[in-house]
């Protein structure tokens, strides 16, 4: 994503090691610049490390006190919450340098956080996605939205793993 801006994640107290092993999987694919978190739960619950694609290597996965922490300038606060008022996803331009703010998996981005953000999105469905699921689906959203060209063939032979060779023919 550095060709059209920057894009980090922050987790709100996140507790499920799997979701947060899935969120690293999502920035890896779709290019997000480091994983911030908050809260001890995670930490408790990391020796079921699952990070199958190493991407911690790659992206940063980074503990904070306070999401005040990350604020920017340039950067701009999106919260992704069920929150009244949020603008649906679809109808949202996601801006160059963004910092994506994820409640935690039983509960809600605090008050005094929505308040600071730039923007509140949510993703319409009917009830409420995962954590990891709503990432891969903001990530998917705001790589989808961009203006730069993508040679797709070359995409599809560096993403797969070395068991494809699938080839569709027309």
Not at 96 to 104: K, N, R, V, W
Not at 128 to 146: E, F, G, I, S, W
């Amino acid at each position: 994503m550095s060709e059209t801006g920057s894009a980090a994640i922050a987790l709100c107290n996140p507790k499920s090691p799997s979701n947060v092993g899935a969120v690293m999987r999502a920035a890896g694919c779709y290019g997000a610049s480091a994983i911030y978190y908050t809260g001890t739960r995670f930490e408790r619950a990391a020796k079921y490390h699952l990070d199958t694609r190493n991407i911690s290597q790659q992206i940063p996965l980074s503990s904070i006190n306070a999401l005040t922490e990350l604020m920017g300038e340039s950067r701009k606060l999106v919260c992704v919450e069920l929150a009244e008022g949020a603008i649906p996803l679809p109808e949202f331009t996601h801006p160059e340098d963004a910092l994506y703010i994820f409640g935690p998996e039983d509960g809600s981005i605090d008050q005094s956080v929505v308040d600071l953000a730039d923007a509140v999105v949510y993703v319409p469905t009917i009830g409420c996605m995962n954590l990891a699921a709503t990432v891969n689906v903001l990530l998917y959203d705001r790589m989808a939205k961009q203006s730069n060209a993508i040679d797709h063939r070359e995409l599809i032979k560096q993403s797969r793993d070395v068991n494809n060779r699938l080839v569709y023919k027309r």
